[in-house]
């Protein structure tokens, strides 16, 4: 099977990846660099299919690209790094992930633009 495939969602490119190890721990989740959204999520391989579509994730992740979009290069000190260091449970956050700002803020700008809610 191939390592990634992609496909077009508005102005963003989705790449889907199957999970990697990195430093000794298994990678997955989703990243928003630009117009690029790199979800990296899958099964077991006996399984079937190591892709997961799941729309709701790629409409917030949309919602990150618009950002990006607006921020420019702010983009990681506003919301990238910020994002990871909570969601890697390297920084604290009282409430759950999607109240933290960053992502609030994706979530709200996806469904505005979609007409729809993310969540």
């Known amino acids: 099977m191939d390592k990634y495939k992609t496909e077009r969602f508005r102005e963003a ?5 199957k999970p990697f190890r990195l430093l ?3 990678m997955h989740g989703c990243v928003s660099l630009g117009t690029f959204v790199f979800s990296i999520y899958g099964r077991d391989e006996n399984d079937g299919d190591a892709y997961e ?8 992740e949309y919602g990150h690209t618009l950002q990006s979009a607006v921020l420019g290069p702010l983009y990681l000190l506003v919301i990238g790094v910020p994002s990871f260091l909570v969601s890697q449970r390297i920084v604290g956050h009282s409430g759950a992930y999607h109240d933290f700002y960053t992502e609030h803020w994706a979530d709200v700008w996806a469904s505005a633009r979609l007409g729809r809610p993310v969540h």
Do not use: L, P
Request: avoid cysteine; proline fraction near 0%; charge should be positive.
């Open 53 to 60: 579509s799941d729309n709701r994730i790629i409409y917030h």
């Open 13 to 17: 490119r989705v790449v889907y990846a």
């Open 24 to 26: 000794g721990r298994e």
